[in-house]
């Protein structure tokens, strides 16, 4: 454990920019969660006892996990399916904007999001159809998604995010955390039974949206924790995966598990390398 202890102290020193001319932030201080599923945690253990029916937050998601661990005040609007669309407005959940979350009393604002925007998590389920082919579903992207056009606009969405976060909170600490990582570095596997040819395709995806919310955050003054970088080598190939592959079934909780997406060893890193970096 000593060894996995301090490669999670560089891991986290890395991860965040400009940690060290930010003040700490205090107990008791709020803190809002804004996001997709990546960040809301469905399948992973319980679900919160406050978490809207349709969002699927997890008693155990990162933000929860933090929250607990700086004893803030949270305000978790993270969602499953979400857009940048639901966060500024009322997007295709129609549900309220995540954004309303932000008030001028938050000190913390995390960010996940822009998976959906550019069909990152539907992109493995056209991946699955074309592995396990039925007649009577189409496997593509709908005709009208050009993924060029899609990152142009998830870009002008993620800035137009930081910018609502600092109007709305402006002693606010923004970070953004990106997408944990799904595949392997090469190739493909059993667990995620896609093609070898697809997974290359998504791994592109990934590692596209992970350089622009990077370059986003960079260029608001924000700070970035890379979970791509953080859950590497803990993918759904590996030996000891924190990502799901392809599932069906139940988590022991009853939860129905959510294929591809984070599990709980993969909230607990997250949250631990931002508290960590943030409680000095």
Not at 142 to 166: C, H, M, N, W, Y
Not at 202 to 225: C, E, F, G, S, Y
Request: glycine letters at 10%; hydrophobic letters at 45%.
């Amino acid at each position: 454990m000593g060894g996995w202890k301090s490669w999670m102290a560089g891991a986290a020193l890395l991860a965040l920019s400009g940690a060290a001319q930010a003040q700490p932030i205090a107990p008791g201080a709020t803190y809002v969660a804004l996001g997709s599923s990546y960040a809301a945690g469905p399948g992973i253990t319980t679900l919160a006892a406050d978490s809207p029916a349709r969002c699927g937050q997890s008693a155990d998601n990162y933000p929860r996990q933090l929250a607990a661990k700086l004893k803030l005040k949270l305000v978790d609007r993270s969602c499953g399916g979400a857009t940048t669309a639901d966060i500024l407005g009322t997007g295709p959940l129609n549900l309220p904007p995540q954004i309303d979350g932000v008030g001028g009393e938050a000190r913390l604002v995390t960010v996940t999001i822009g998976g959906n925007d550019v069909r990152y998590m539907a992109g493995f389920g056209v991946a699955v159809c074309r592995a396990h082919p039925d007649p009577a579903k189409p496997c593509a992207d709908p005709p009208s998604f050009d993924l060029g056009q899609a990152f142009a606009a998830t870009e002008t969405s993620l800035k137009a995010i930081a910018a609502q976060v600092r109007q709305r909170a402006p002693k606010a600490r923004l970070v953004f955390v990106d997408y944990v990582t799904v595949l392997p570095a090469k190739g493909t596997c059993a667990a995620v039974a896609i093609s070898a040819a697809d997974a290359d395709d998504l791994r592109a995806r990934a590692d596209r949206l992970a350089r622009l919310t990077a370059q986003v955050a960079k260029d608001a003054h924000a700070d970035i924790l890379k979970a791509s970088v953080l859950t590497a080598g803990h993918d759904a190939c590996a030996a000891d995966p924190w990502v799901e592959g392809l599932v069906q079934g139940q988590t022991p909780a009853g939860r129905a598990r959510a294929s591809f997406h984070p599990t709980l060893p993969a909230m607990t890193a997250i949250a631990a390398a931002l508290a960590q970096t943030l409680a000095k």
